[in-house]
């Protein structure tokens, strides 16, 4: 099963989390053995020649295939979470998205500082969730290698926000994506 394949997987929910956004819900991927392996071993595939020390996710679904990408590339993981949720010392960085505001915190003593830290999450929008995770590792001295999503919504341009870091998306969706 190829990335392609996957696509069939993504289920479109419209006016979700609010009217005149399309939600794409990796669910029906997830709960499928072989579509949720297949791209497990695709993330893998594009990560591994970028040899990351770890992986660091996204508060929550960068939290779904992160851990299990991470194992895959013989590589640490890391959680970024939402503002107090992290119980020791953490910095934190506020950011925009399509259709609000969010903040990631990173604990400070995780041995990011000299690491290969590529970011994950499930889907790249307008790249403010990658962008802060990038930033967050900047400011605790580790390098961003690549950043690595399921799907990738073209039209919204977060690839460029993230440039000159190396993005890797499994589905594209937008007019010069498909």
């Known amino acids: 099963m190829g990335p392609g394949d996957l696509r069939a997987f993504i289920r479109d929910v419209p006016d ?5 956004i399309v939600f794409k ?4 991927l997830l709960a499928d053995a072989e ?12 990560a591994g020649p970028l040899a990351p020390d770890l992986v660091i996710g996204a508060e929550a679904r960068g939290f779904l295939l992160g851990p299990a990408l991470a194992a895959r590339l013989g590589a640490g993981f890391v959680p970024a979470r939402k503002p107090n949720r992290l119980p020791a010392e953490s910095i934190s960085a506020t950011f925009e998205l399509e259709y609000a505001s969010a903040t990631l915190a990173l604990h400070t003593d995780p041995p990011v500082a000299g690491r290969r830290v590529l970011v994950h999450d499930d889907l790249l929008a307008t790249g403010g969730t990658a962008g802060a995770l990038c930033e967050l590792v900047g400011r605790l001295d580790g390098t961003v290698v690549g950043a690595s999503f399921v799907i990738e919504l073209a ?9 000159p870091v190396p993005v890797e998306a499994l589905i594209a969706y937008g007019a010069e994506a498909e």
């Open 35 to 46: 579509a949720l392996e297949a791209a497990i071993d695709a993330l893998a595939r594009a």
């Open 25 to 28: 819900d990796i669910t029906p």
């Open 155 to 163: 039209f919204l341009d977060g690839r460029a926000r993230l440039a």
């Open 16 to 20: 979700f989390p609010k009217p005149g």
